[in-house]
């Protein structure tokens, strides 16, 4: 037995406009604060020269959330050039200063801001009570299954 659908075809005859540039206007309204990750050692890790800073830019922006309030931190990451080693190398020898990774990739997110908007839209996650009151019966039932482990520690 065959059986055939009619083909149903769709015209969009409307277009959407992208929104460009909303993020950085959101970023702008919010007051900023800049955190500058620089070398504590500024000596050449091969032959302990000076390194001399040749550029610095913004690595990331996160959104920090603060109870009634959130602030834009800016992650200013400083590079260093050692001049002696690119005088007698070929290319030069560029250090950048580490900078903490996000908690989210390619996200504004920090911790404290997805922490509170895992627990607004979750209300019961953080429930102490509750959380206590499943580990327990959980361990409980785990002894009572288990009565050789009852004088070890979980």
């Known amino acids: 037995m065959t059986r055939t659908y009619p083909r149903i075809t769709e015209t ?3 277009k959407r406009r992208k ?24 000596a050449c890790p091969d032959r302990q020269h000076e390194l001399k800073e040749i550029s610095s830019f913004c690595a990331r922006k ?6 009634a309030q959130v602030k834009r931190i800016d992650h200013i990451q400083h590079s260093y050039k ?12 560029i250090i950048n ?14 911790a404290s801001l997805i922490s509170n908007t ?17 580990f327990s019966a959980s361990r409980i039932s785990f002894m009572h299954d288990f009565p050789e482990m009852r004088g070890s520690q979980l």
Do not use: M, W
């Not at 929104?19 to 500024?42: T, W, Y």
């Not at 050692?82 to 020898?93: E, F, H, V």
């Open 62 to 67: 996160e959104l920090l959330y603060i109870p």
């Open 97 to 110: 200063a580490p900078v903490s990774k996000a908690p989210l990739t390619n996200s504004l997110g920090s």
């Open 12 to 14: 969009i005859t409307y």
């Open 82 to 93: 050692c001049q002696n080693c690119s005088d007698k190398a070929p290319a030069d020898k």
């Open 19 to 42: 929104q460009v540039g909303k993020k950085q206007d959101i970023l702008d309204s919010l007051p900023g604060e800049e955190v500058h990750h620089r070398l504590d050692d500024l």
């Open 118 to 134: 895992i627990y607004a839209n979750f209300p019961g996650f953080y429930n102490s009570s509750h959380t206590a009151d499943r």
